[in-house]
């Protein structure tokens, strides 16, 4: 009779041992457990974690190092989405998981904190921190160290005074925009002698980097009296010169003043007539400049039409004679140009 129950009681012994060495090594998870939005459920995540040989324990004192925090939602699909963020001492993961339905949901979540309560038990079982459930976590503490490593500190800075080197050389430029100038002009003087004289101009002009130096212009100019008679003759007066000079801002963008020389040779060639025959002379011409611009954009800043007054002073003396040595006219000292012309920028 003894004998019939050592067999049942031996059986019914290894099965307890059994089920309680999967009790024991059964992974166990404490957690302080915030779930908001969609499919609040933890009754189901709980047993769906027990059917896959783990166990979830909620602690609601707040002492726990250990926080699970799930935030359901639903998509514009009307898909399921949950965020889950798992902290343990300093550690932060983030998981998501989509499902069609909350009962999907949820068995997707706790499949989610089984995976985390056998890596938690695993890391236990050997004295020491988990690290494979945080991959993300344990990236910064070794970059860490690297950062702080001198050597790339010590060749960072070293390439950037090169680059610095294009900027303090074009530091001079103070002002941006086209530095060459190149117009032409039709001008019309008064005053130098009884009659006008219309000419033309051809000038080219540069900027200088630096701010406070003056725009150099360097040009030519041809000026021919029109209908000039003296004493029943004609005299044709021609003035080719070159010019040098100077530009200065007056503070509005558009408008300029200058200053320039003016050098070449006048010639005068009076026409034959019944009081005598023809003749010309010429001599030198010499003559200060004071120009005033005003520059309308037609395609700025590339084209520009210029409108201009000129004031020009000759301290030489000119005196038109006769065949015989007499004075015929003396010309004026003085003249006044008006000029319009286009100029091209670039």
Same mark, same amino acid.
């Given at each position: ?7 049942? @009681? !031996? ?8 089920? #309680?060495?999967?009790? +024991? /090594?059964?992974? $166990?998870?404490? *957690? ?55 902290? @343990? !001492? ?8 989509? #499902?069609?339905?909350? +009962? /999907?949901?949820? $068995?997707?979540? *706790? ?236």
């Amino acid at each position: 009779m003894s004998r019939l129950f050592v067999v049942p @009681l !031996a059986a019914l012994l290894g099965a307890w041992l059994l089920v #309680a060495e999967r009790a +024991v /090594a059964a992974p $166990r998870l404490q *957690a302080a457990i915030a779930w908001q939005g969609e499919c609040d459920d933890r009754a189901l995540p709980r047993s769906e974690i027990e059917a896959r040989g783990a166990e979830l324990d909620e602690v609601t004192t707040g002492d726990t190092k250990v926080r699970l925090s799930i935030v359901a939602r639903r998509t514009a699909g009307e898909h399921l989405l949950a965020d889950i963020e798992l902290s @343990l !001492a300093g550690s932060h993961e983030s998981r998501q998981v989509e #499902a069609g339905d909350c +009962v /999907a949901l949820r $068995r997707a979540v *706790a499949w989610v904190l089984g995976v985390f309560a056998e890596e938690r038990a695993a890391a236990e079982r050997k004295s020491e921190p988990s690290t494979a459930a945080f991959p993300a976590p344990t990236t910064p503490p070794a970059a860490a160290p690297e950062s702080k490593n001198p050597a790339p500190s010590a060749t960072l800075p070293r390439p950037s005074p090169p680059s610095q080197l294009p900027a303090t050389k074009s530091k001079p430029c103070a002002t941006t925009g086209p530095r060459f100038r190149l117009g032409s002009e039709l001008l019309l003087g008064v005053g130098f002698v009884h009659s006008a004289a219309l000419g033309s101009s051809i000038v080219g002009a540069y900027r200088p980097c630096a701010s406070w130096l003056p725009r150099i212009a360097l040009g030519a100019t041809q000026l021919v009296s029109l209908g000039y008679e003296l004493d029943s003759r004609s005299v044709r007066l021609e003035r080719t010169s070159a010019q040098l000079g100077a530009w200065l801002p007056l503070g509005i963008p558009a408008l300029r003043a200058g200053l320039a020389l003016e050098a070449g040779r006048i010639r005068a060639t009076g026409t034959a007539s019944s009081a005598g025959s023809g003749d010309s002379t010429s001599a030198p011409w010499l003559a200060f400049v004071l120009p005033l611009r005003l520059a309308v954009p037609l395609l700025s800043p590339s084209l520009t039409l210029d409108l201009g007054l000129d004031a020009a002073y000759t301290p030489l003396a000119f005196v038109l004679r006769y065949a015989s040595g007499q004075p015929l006219a003396h010309p004026s000292h003085f003249e006044l140009r008006g000029a319009i012309g286009i100029a091209g920028h670039f």
